[in-house]
């Protein structure tokens, strides 16, 4: 079945929307590279709309209903919100999720050292990534440094076009005939993608010119002059490397968007944006935004934790309606988007699409019925019923979408937060936006499938 080209449906007045809000998206990318940013930046947004914390309603001993919004953010990392519905939330509840964050390169708690007058960051990578990737690119620090005090430093070096970036760096192709020899996951090792940060000694007395890790020690005066922190407070300090700069416009046509962290954030924040814009919804909307579904949904702020649960719990307590059994019933009878991204088709890479099932740029939002990997290891499968249902919902809202699987059945495969949720009962479903370059330090994405997703989203929340 041939899916239309979404693009198609629009006039240039229709056209002008689908920019607005790709400008929207990419503003917010580029300004939120880690989990923590992303919820920052999504509080604001969420207060700006006129939701209140959950954590000011409980200490207020306030009564929620219809119409009230909440949010609750869980370590700085992860975020849920919730649009109050006309109907009890034990009838089930429109629960739209994304994960923040990317893979990218971490700080190690003992990282800074000197090596022949260069000073290093030593790093751990996060995520799936193909480290050959990350060398030879500008590279900026974002992230925090929480001191003993109890206060905590906000870091980030390298955005600024007036600022300085580092970087790692590569072998020149000169000396790199034994290195071209070697398979990809071998061409940089893990232990190599150490960040360059310095070259130069610390001013000292014509005597003293050769004291010991003076690069180092004037690596450190700077770090103490600019954010009033010393080598021991790493052992306390997330601090992630990331790719420098603005998502920037792709293609001649400026069709397209190119940037780091579209896995997941090009679904998180069309989610977002889609309960801000929900109004007067029959069953309670809810976005959860979470952390670390790049290494396994692990942790107190992945989707594998209790927050989302205890949230759903307290909701339902201010709505003076709580019970465990009623509780288990809001989370059986709710619906579900799991969404995270697709792999767009690439001509440069045929082989290892499927193209029938395969998710193309410019046909809409993507419903994956399933992922995992070969026998649909790890997946969650969604239930022809709820797919049927979600096929009215969209075509009735007029959204373009299409559907796709992960490649080709044995070249791989992947899987995201909907299992987890799909253990509660509830019926799930993985969907998105297609996405080149999946975890490279730049994926690019179609400003018109991300627009037909915002869309789609809004349907959901209303009419699913």
């Keep these: 079945m041939e899916r239309a080209n979404a ?117 751990h990578y996060y995520g799936g990534i193909k480290k050959y990737q990350w060398v030879a690119i500008p590279l900026a620090i974002h992230g925090v440094v929480a001191l003993k005090n109890g206060t905590t430093v906000e870091i980030v070096i390298g955005e600024d076009m007036s600022d300085t970036v580092v ?66 407070d790493f052992l306390s300090a997330e601090l992630e490397a990331v790719p420098a700069g603005p998502a920037r416009d792709y293609g001649i046509d400026r069709s397209m968007i190119m940037g780091y962290g579209h896995d997941d954030r090009v679904c998180a924040y069309p989610s977002l944006i889609a309960l801000i814009n929900s109004s007067e919804v029959k069953r309670t909307g809810v976005c959860i935004l979470v952390d670390k579904e790049e290494i396994g949904s692990v942790g107190a702020t992945g989707m594998q934790s209790r927050f989302f649960e205890n949230m759903v719990a307290e909701v339902m307590d201010r709505c003076g309606n709580y019970s465990e059994l009623g509780l288990r019933r809001a989370l059986a009878n709710s619906y579900m988007l799991s969404s995270d991204v697709s792999a767009a088709y690439d001509p440069n890479y045929a082989s290892v699409f499927e193209k029938k099932n395969a998710a193309y740029f410019g046909k809409g939002m993507v419903f994956n019925k399933y992922t995992g990997a070969r026998g649909k290891s790890g997946s969650n499968d969604a239930s022809a019923e709820f797919v049927g249902k979600l096929r009215k919902v ?33 019926n799930v479903i993985d969907s998105g936006i297609a996405v080149q370059n999946m975890h490279a330090p730049y994926e690019v994405i179609s400003k018109v499938d991300l627009y037909e997703t915002l869309k789609g989203y809004e349907a959901f929340l209303k009419n699913a």
């Excluded at 409980?58 to 519905?85: E, H, P, Q, S, W």
């Excluded at 009890?88 to 971490?106: E, K, V």
């Design 7 to 123: 693009w198609n449906k629009y006039d240039s007045k229709k056209k002008a929307e689908v920019f607005d809000f790709a400008e929207q998206y990419r503003q917010f990318i580029s300004k939120c590279k880690t989990e923590r940013e992303c919820v920052k930046e999504g509080v604001r947004l969420l207060k700006e709309a006129g939701y209140a914390d959950l954590k000011d309603v409980i200490a207020d001993n306030r009564t929620l209903k219809a119409g009230d919004k909440v949010y609750a953010v869980n370590m700085n990392k992860a975020l849920v919100a919730f649009n109050i519905g006309e109907e009890p939330i034990s009838a089930g509840m429109n629960i739209l999720g994304a994960h923040i964050d990317s893979p990218r390169l971490d700080i190690k708690q003992n990282p800074l050292y000197e090596e022949t007058g260069l000073v290093l960051l030593d790093t």
């Design 167 to 232: 970087g790692v760096s590569d072998l020149l192709i000169h000396l790199a005939s034994e290195q071209m020899e070697k398979k990809g996951a071998k061409v940089v090792e893990g232990e190599a993608l150490d960040i360059l940060v310095g070259s130069m000694p610390q001013e000292k007395e014509e005597c003293d010119k050769e004291a010991k890790d003076a690069v180092k020690k004037n690596i450190l005066a700077i770090l103490k002059d600019k954010y009033g922190i010393e080598e021991e």
């Design 394 to 426: 969209m075509d009735d809202a007029d959204v373009s979408f299409q559907t796709a699987e992960l490649g080709k059945v044995d070249i791989g495969g992947g899987g995201t937060i909907a299992y987890i949720l799909a253990n509660l009962d509830m």
